[in-house]
């Protein structure tokens, strides 16, 4: 067995002589020992003077931010109750995620051992990655929700966690150990806000004003370091910085964990996690890892600086969700793209393709008739869930479209971007907006006109304006535009299947070749094709003439077979097309500089 770090045996010393703040506090122990089980954590929590009515202790049913029903309970086991001498206690399971301890007066220790989530075997309900915990051999991805709970009446009480762990291991977290080794939450929700990553990690910091940004890698191979991942980010928290003028924080923490799964990034107030697929750092890779992080960078701002009561007091127990959803995503989605076409590290090209597939996604993939305010309100629902998507798309054009139009109403003085930092300096992390007259608070902080855009585009689904919208930075929106080139072709649909690109809606011309519905492609052209490098395959193929032979590689019936065949030809079509006039008027000119300027 690994020996491993044993924090706070000193504090424990120094605290048993007098009473102090931290006898108060519940304690958090927890034995993170993969030598012993890699599938479990052990916990015992330490208890300050209950009362009677103080029976219950809750595990979470969601965490703020993940919008999913995660349950934790579901992965709890040997629930126990102590007395001061070691007795054991009754304790009784009312639901999945509540215990009833039967002499909450008498009771001084609770453990119990909690399984991680990422390798369980839940059916349904399953927790997102980034947003779960997981233990190996040498790292951990720890999520307080999915670690503790707290006792009834105690979600806004301080707590302290002590961690035991292998002594080679580092931890990333933006928690700060005390002179202890404790980690101190003033609140039962901070400890959910604050991630942690531990084990064999690299690490890289840096300054952006005066901000310390810190970021943490685990890379299963070492591919990918943490000192050249900062690096890559550098312009892009640069334009964060000019963005938003000052950081409404003192330190801000990345915690990146790469393995074989790529499931997203989960947003904190002063932290942001993210599990990404491990491959090489290419150009490619970084750019898209920037791009996600500028995302849940912008978090600093909305949810934290901007939030209603909702958030501000999170129900673990029942979450309600929140109208304004839009705002906190949406907005944000908005913003991370702004701030980067502001800062160069975007082309206006680059931007309008974004969103050209947000459209897309708006129109192909969801139901366009479910307004973003409703789909706040079910966002923990099943049917919330299936249109969940659309709030980074069609809530990022409705945020692009709400620039545009407080730029135009102040004359090209005052977009989005100013109105949020005013609504910052205005709240605060510690002072929430009304969850129910935020819309008028919005309205009468802006324009009159601001109030009829939020209810026909936020509060009710009305089409989005593009084309007028657009226009008036001389961008011209065409939902179908035909431009007359002629486009290499298959002549095929493609879905993933079993790790693989699979042929679909097969075409005459590749059916005569011997290929069908099904068939895997396995190479084109002599080079492998996996689902990582699929779009570049396809791009490569529409780059191609058409009539040219190519060698295609495919599967069919687990056997390969190479097959030569002539690429199709077919019309070039764009859809939700975005392009610049090429006659924009001078005050279209004007109000477009204004609109790519942090003003």
């Known amino acids: 067995m690994k020996s491993l770090v044993s924090l706070g045996l000193l504090a424990g010393l120094l605290t048993a002589a007098a009473p102090t703040q931290a006898q108060k ?18 916990v015992k929590l330490e208890l300050p003077k209950l009362k009677k009515d103080q029976n219950i202790y809750q595990f979470a049913a969601t965490a703020p931010g993940t919008y999913q029903v995660m349950d934790i309970g579901r992965f709890v086991s040997k629930f126990e109750a102590f007395d001061k001498k070691g007795k054991p206690l009754e304790v009784k399971q009312l639901s999945t995620n509540q215990w009833q301890l039967a002499k909450p007066d008498k009771t001084h220790e609770i453990r119990y051992t909690i399984a991680e989530t990422w390798d369980s075997p839940i059916k349904e ?16 991805l720890l999520n307080g929700q999915c670690l503790y709970g707290y006792v009834k009446g105690f979600q806004d009480k301080p707590l302290r966690i002590k ?3 292998p002594k080679d291991w580092k931890i990333g977290t933006p928690l700060t150990a005390d002179a202890q080794g404790y980690y101190n939450a003033k609140s039962y929700d901070q400890a959910v806000d604050s991630p942690m990553l531990l084990g064999r990690l690299t690490e890289a910091s840096t300054k952006l004003g005066d901000a310390e940004v810190a970021l943490y890698s685990y890379s299963k191979t070492d591919l990918i370091k943490a000192e050249p991942l900062l690096q890559n980010m ?9 963005f938003l003028v000052q950081l409404p924080v003192k330190r801000y923490t990345f915690l990146y964990h790469f393995e074989d799964r790529n499931a997203g990034a989960w947003e904190h107030s002063y932290s942001s996690e993210y599990v990404v697929n491990e491959s090489p750092l290419t150009p490619e890779k970084a750019a898209s890892i920037t791009s996600t992080a500028a995302h849940e960078f912008f978090h600093v ?3 934290l600086n901007i939030h209603s009561e909702i958030i501000e007091h999170f129900n673990f127990v029942q979450p309600t969700g929140s109208e304004h959803l839009w705002l906190y995503e949406g907005t944000t989605e908005w913003a991370s793209d702004m701030m980067q076409l502001r800062g160069g590290l975007m082309s206006l090209d680059e931007y309008l393709a974004q969103m050209s597939s947000k459209v897309a996604y708006d129109h192909l993939q969801a139901d366009t008739t479910y307004s973003l305010s409703k789909l706040g309100l079910n966002s923990f629902s099943d049917e919330g869930q299936k249109q969940y998507g659309n709030i980074y798309q069609r809530g990022a054009l409705t945020a692009a479209l709400l620039d545009l139009r407080l730029l135009e109403l ?9 109105v949020v930092l005013e609504l910052t300096k205005k709240y605060g992390p510690n002072k929430p907006f009304s969850e129910k007259t935020f819309f008028q608070e919005l309205t009468q902080m802006t324009y009159p006109e601001i109030g009829d855009f939020l209810k026909r585009y936020i509060q009710n689904a009305e089409p989005l304006p593009l084309a007028e919208y657009f226009g008036k930075v001389g961008i011209q929106y065409t939902p179908v535009l035909h431009t007359g080139r002629k486009l290499a ?4 649909g493609f879905m993933p299947r079993d790790g693989q690109l699979t042929f679909t ?6 059916k005569a070749s011997g290929i069908s519905d099904g068939d895997q492609l396995v190479a084109y052209q002599g080079n492998a094709v996996t689902l990582n490098n699929a779009m570049q395959t396809l791009g490569q193929v529409k780059a191609s003439k058409p009539g040219q032979e190519v060698e295609l590689t495919i599967r069919h019936d687990s056997a390969e077979k190479k097959i030569r065949y002539h690429l199709q030809e077919q019309d070039e079509v764009k859809r939700y097309s975005f392009t610049p006039m090429p006659n924009a008027t001078p005050a279209q000119l004007a109000l477009r500089k204004a609109w790519m300027t942090n003003l």
């Open 489 to 492: 072709t298959l002549g095929t």
């Open 410 to 418: 102040s004359g090209g003085k005052r977009g989005l971007r100013e």
């Open 301 to 303: 701002v909305t949810p």
């Open 234 to 242: 550098q312009q892009m928290l640069q334009a964060a910085q000019k």
């Open 163 to 165: 961690l035991n762990y």
């Open 25 to 42: 506090a519940m304690t958090y122990t927890v034995d993170i020992d993969p030598a012993v089980s890699t599938n479990e954590f052990r």
């Open 505 to 510: 809606q097969v075409g005459a011309p590749l």
């Open 125 to 140: 309900h399953r927790v997102y990655l980034m947003c779960g915990s997981s233990l190996e051999q040498d790292h951990a």
